[in-house]
T-cell receptor, first 115, second 112 residues
Framework: EAQVTQNPRYLITVTGKKLTVTCSQN?????MSWYRQDPGLGLRQIYY???????DKGDVPEGYKVSRKEKRNFPLILESPSPNQTSLYFC??????????????FGSGTRLTVV | RKEVEQDPGPFNVPEGATVAFNCTYS??????FFWYRQDCRKEPKLLMS???SGNEDGRFTAQLNRASQYISLLIRDSKLSDSATYLC?????????????FGTGTLLAVQP
């Protein structure tokens, strides 16, 4: 089944404790992206990657890191999480990096709480 | 001004009703348009693309008005299962990226 898989689905952590949210897609998609979703603010892009070893900042990259060593994986790293990073996170992928023709396929989401 | 704006709702409608959502976008050069559906605490899922000539998928009809820069979604014969948040999505033009800009969504609640 074609899908984007995120783990974990739920995570509660303490301020400053490094964490990684994994994302993997099995559709050979070039483009992958991370979003966070907050009430009233909608989906905001954190980072994106157009292909292996190519990553760039989105609209809200502060406090996050990413890597794209393989085409299928795009982990999101929070080196020192803070409470304002409490949010619902989505990984998304797309077949092509141009035009937005195909839209995105989203993972099931990771609900992160930082206390 | 937000790049994509939607009425947040909620729209409370009875089963069988016809309901319409509108969305406006600020970049006149945008070329790709979508409606996504998001159930509570779930991931957004592509409902339909929006084409210049308008397009229909069963009970759902999408329209694009480039001159006025707005997109609409019409749902006929509403079902309880249509209750969800509907996200208007527009591509960001420029560069080599495939960035989509999401509206904050319109909440639809279909009542029995």
């Amino acid at each position: 089944e074609a899908q984007v898989t995120q783990n974990p689905r739920y995570l509660i952590t303490v301020t400053g404790k490094k964490l990684t949210v994994t994302c993997s897609q099995n559709m050979n998609h070039e483009y992958m992206s991370w979003y966070r979703q907050d009430p009233g603010l909608g989906l905001r892009q954190i980072y994106y990657s157009m292909n292996v070893e190519v990553t760039d900042k989105g609209d809200v990259p502060e406090g996050y890191k990413v890597s794209r060593k393989e085409k299928r994986n795009f982990p999101l790293i929070l080196e020192s999480p803070s409470p304002n990073q409490t949010s619902l996170y989505f990984c998304a992928s797309s077949l092509t990096r141009r035009t937005g023709t195909y839209g995105y396929t989203f993972g099931s989401g990771t609900r992160l709480t930082v206390v | 001004r937000k790049e994509v704006e939607q009425d947040p709702g909620p729209f409370n409608v009875p089963e069988g009703a016809t309901v319409a959502f509108n969305c406006t976008y600020s970049n006149s050069a945008s070329q790709s348009f979508f409606w996504y559906r998001q159930d509570c605490r779930k991931e957004p899922k592509l409902l339909m693309s929006v084409y210049s000539s308008g397009n229909e998928d069963g009970r759902f009809t999408a329209q694009l008005n480039r001159a006025s820069q707005y997109i609409s979604l019409l749902i006929r014969d509403s079902k309880l299962s249509d209750s969800a948040t509907y996200l208007c999505v527009v591509n960001q033009v420029g560069g080599a990226t495939n960035k989509l800009i999401f509206g904050t969504g319109t909440l639809l609640a279909v009542q029995p």
